[in-house]
């Protein structure tokens, strides 16, 4: 049974060349809009994995990992942070928060599915 990973991005295109590249893996895929969107979403979905960008309206990529986190279902669900923000201190913020992983922007296809598969198989 296919994996499935929530993208959380505000940008329609990187979501859209998230959804390809991870489509084409083999993975399932929710797609949120913003973090008050992949909130909701969660309420209703197995997730094995969420890739989420730091700067979003609403609800930010640092809010949105402290709620997933206090979660008791997503409590361990791994989370990438995938943005364009490198600042040492934002990293720092991500992690505290609970941010598995951190990967700038623009990415590599290959690069991200190595992450995948070294966290979810």
């Not at 940008?11 to 859209?16: D, L």
């Not at 994995?49 to 930010?60: E, G, R, S, Y």
């Amino acid at each position: 049974m296919a994996k499935t990973i929530m993208t959380v991005d505000d940008s329609t295109s990187i979501r859209e060349m998230l959804i390809c590249t991870l489509k084409q893996a083999g993975y399932n895929v929710i797609e949120a809009v913003d973090g008050r969107d992949a909130l909701t979403k969660l309420n209703d979905a197995k997730i094995h994995m969420v890739i989420t960008d730091l700067n979003m309206p609403n609800v930010d990529g640092i809010a949105l990992i402290e709620e997933i986190r206090a979660t008791p279902a997503y409590k361990f669900v791994p989370i990438i942070m995938l943005t364009t923000e490198s600042h040492p201190e934002k990293k720092v913020q991500g992690k505290q928060a609970g941010a598995t992983g951190w990967i700038v922007k623009p990415f590599e296809p290959d690069q991200l599915l190595a992450v995948i598969k070294k966290v979810i198989g």
